[in-house]
């Protein structure tokens, strides 16, 4: 069972990073795919896409609607140094 739960830690590590580089990239390389370049419809594209989007929406909800940061109260910055 720890076996397991190291694994999905990885996994999850590993998609945290891969969706933090990639969804820009992803999202706006789709629709150039599609529309420019011609490529055939793929469902599992079109899911990574519209993921990708969510994410997106969600990391601006957080940062200009919700006023939100990932850090603790003056961990980031270095006014208490």
């Known amino acids: 069972m720890k076996a397991i739960l190291t694994v999905l830690k990885d996994l999850y ?3 945290i990073l891969f969706f933090y580089y990639v969804k820009w990239i992803i999202a706006l390389g789709i629709p150039v795919l599609y529309y ?3 490529y055939k419809d793929n469902i599992i594209m ?3 896409w519209v993921w990708c989007i969510i994410l997106i929406i969600k ?7 919700l006023k ?4 603790n109260s003056g961990s980031c910055s270095s006014k208490g140094k």
């Open 13 to 15: 590590g590993a998609g």
């Open 36 to 38: 420019v370049l011609d």
């Open 46 to 48: 079109d899911i990574l």
């Open 59 to 65: 990391d601006f909800v957080y940062k200009f609607i």
């Open 68 to 71: 939100k940061s990932h850090c």
